[in-house]
């Protein structure tokens, strides 16, 4: 399947406005909960919202490599963004946590962090994308050459992590965490049996990995 | 006891009626745009189906500041109607708390059926209750009702009877959180108390809040309320009572027995095996930094002096 060409000029805009349409649910989030229009606990509301946006972005960056593999559609130009998101949005949501919600008692989160495994889980998430936030750029990918996309696997760690700390804060599973968990499944499940998968297409894939070189970057 | 203290809230506190529902009347149309698109975000509603209803002050009140009405009617954990926190509001519309009936049997002398006209026939107390929820945030609600006492007394409680036990409504039809797939408990919801926690003069029967009737998200048209407990023990749109010799099955504790007890008293010292109980949010309305601050839970939420003695050499950390 084919995505109408777009011009170098017209990509890069395109990459700017997902950044911009990515930030909006939170900065919505924060003009509603800051003006008291949040019924409830808006700090808590807020911080949830902080943190499914997160793995909803995660999700999306670690859904284009099957995409691509499955049905030919190439976001890979779009990927940095959407993984960039995830990870602003997983620092805002750790920020509200530390400020807002823990009013920066560190004997509060002291003992969160050492008694709590769905911080742990939180927080190793964190751990886990803060330096493929930080290798995001090409000189870092052409600095690391292969060890970039060894690196880049932990995203799945992170996927993982986020997902069990989600889940583990809830008091019970409800229809959207068992969505997560189905597309954590899907999305993870795919690298596993890729292998067996793609074996009979290589040729195939060869060749239009030739021909795609003009977007390449490494495949996750 | 210390049944009678002075009212310390006065009447010019209490934010009238017309100010709560003007305050966010442009936000009708923003709540319907935003909750679709922001993940079920709970927004203020002006939406009311009360009714009036006369009380007098009871006794127990705390001079803690109300949780503003429109923030109790908003912000509710009723998975009856989904398990988010603005489901409740959201999706209750089809819910017909009228007609409604209460069966209240068992061991008792005088089985009775009462139907809700009955039952707000009864002189309706004001109780002004902190209501402690399980996920470590809390609440101080003006509630109308009666004593569950009040109720017992009528059907003549049997020597036998040690506990009663409560059961809910399943009505998929009319509550979307019974319906469909996933299902996240077994319906209708059921509670239970021990004979003496449930003629304890706090234990109250519910029928309103705020001077009005129950909304259907606050467990119209009668609901449990026991302050001294988390508020998952508050059963709401109750059909059935029935007093029993052995300790009655409850929701919660059936679904996650390590998790959830049957006295879930209020127990700073005892921690959710997942989060900590030691403090709480107050809600009291406004937004990020008008109440973000933690406070510390008290032992029976505050209401030890009343309680304490009904557990006294109960091992509690065994007995959560």
């Known amino acids: 399947m084919d995505l109408p060409r777009l011009t170098p000029n017209q990509r890069s805009a395109s990459i700017w406005l997902l950044y911009v349409l990515g930030l909006i649910p939170g900065l919505w989030g924060f003009y509603l909960g800051a003006t008291g229009q949040i019924a409830g606990d808006p700090v808590r509301v807020f911080e949830h919202l902080l943190g499914l946006w997160a793995l909803r972005f995660l999700c999306l960056s670690l859904a284009v490599t099957p995409l691509r593999q499955l ?25 509200v946590y530390l400020l807002l919600d823990r009013g920066l008692n560190l004997a509060a989160i002291g003992e969160d962090l050492t008694r709590r495994p769905y911080i742990m889980l939180g927080m190793g998430a964190l751990v886990a994308l803060a330096p493929l936030a930080i290798t995001s750029n090409f000189w870092s990918m052409r600095k690391l050459g292969k060890n970039w996309q060894a690196l880049h696997r932990l995203a799945y760690v992170a996927l993982v992590a986020g997902l069990l700390h989600y889940i583990l804060s809830l008091k019970v599973m409800d229809g959207e965490a068992i969505f997560y968990a189905g597309v954590t499944v899907l999305l993870l499940g795919y690298r596993l049996v890729r292998p067996l998968v793609r074996a009979p297409n290589r040729k195939k894939t060869a060749r239009q990995n030739t021909e795609n070189r003009s977007a390449d970057m490494p495949t996750r | 006891m210390p049944a009678f203290r002075t009212p310390p809230v006065a009447p010019s506190r209490i934010t009238p009626k017309e100010a709560y529902l003007n305050r966010r009347g442009f936000l009708g149309m923003a709540g319907v745009l935003a909750g679709s698109t922001m993940a079920g975000v709970p927004l203020f509603s002006d939406e ?24 109790v009617t908003s912000y509710n954990n009723f998975y009856e109607f989904g398990t988010g926190k603005s489901d409740p509001l959201n999706r209750s519309g089809d819910f017909k708390p009228e007609p409604w009936t209460v069966t209240v049997d068992g061991l008792v002398a005088k089985p009775q059926t009462f139907t809700i006209e009955t039952l707000t026939a009864l ?32 059907v003549e409680p049997l020597g036998s009877a040690k506990y ?7 009505r998929p039809e009319q509550m979307p959180g019974q319906r469909g797939f996933f299902q996240p408990m077994a319906w209708p919801y059921v509670e239970g108390l021990r004979l003496d926690e449930a003629r304890h003069p706090l234990t109250l029967l519910a029928t309103g809040l705020y001077g009005e009737t129950l909304e259907n998200q606050n467990g119209a048209p009668i609901r449990l309320v026991v302050p001294w407990k988390y508020g998952f023990k508050g059963i709401k749109s109750i059909t059935r009572i029935t007093l029993t010799e052995q300790q009655p099955p ?42 973000s601050g933690q406070r510390e839970t008290l032992p029976f939420n505050g209401y030890g002096a009343e309680v304490a003695h009904l557990y006294s050499g109960m091992d509690l950390k065994a007995n959560f």
């Open chain 1, 71 to 95: 049905v030919g559609i190439n976001l890979i130009p779009w990927r940095r963004a959407l993984g960039l998101l995830a990870f602003w949005y997983v620092l805002a949501h750790v920020s």
């Open chain 2, 48 to 71: 009311a189906r009360a009714a009036k209803l006369a009380t007098t002050p009871g006794p127990f009140v705390t001079s803690e500041p109300l949780t503003p009405r429109e923030t």
């Open chain 2, 123 to 154: 002189p309706q107390e004001e109780r002004i209750y902190r209501m402690r929820c399980v996920e470590a945030w809390s609440m101080v609600i003006p509630w109308a009702g009666f004593t569950l006492n009040t109720l017992l007394e009528k």
């Open chain 2, 164 to 170: 009663v036990a409560f059961t809910g409504v399943k």
């Open chain 2, 250 to 291: 409850t929701s919660w504790n059936l679904m996650q027995p390590e998790e959830y007890g049957f006295y879930a008293n209020v127990n700073p010292a005892v921690d959710h095996p997942r989060w900590s109980q030691a403090s709480e949010r107050r809600i009291g309305g406004g937004g990020f930094f008008a109440n």
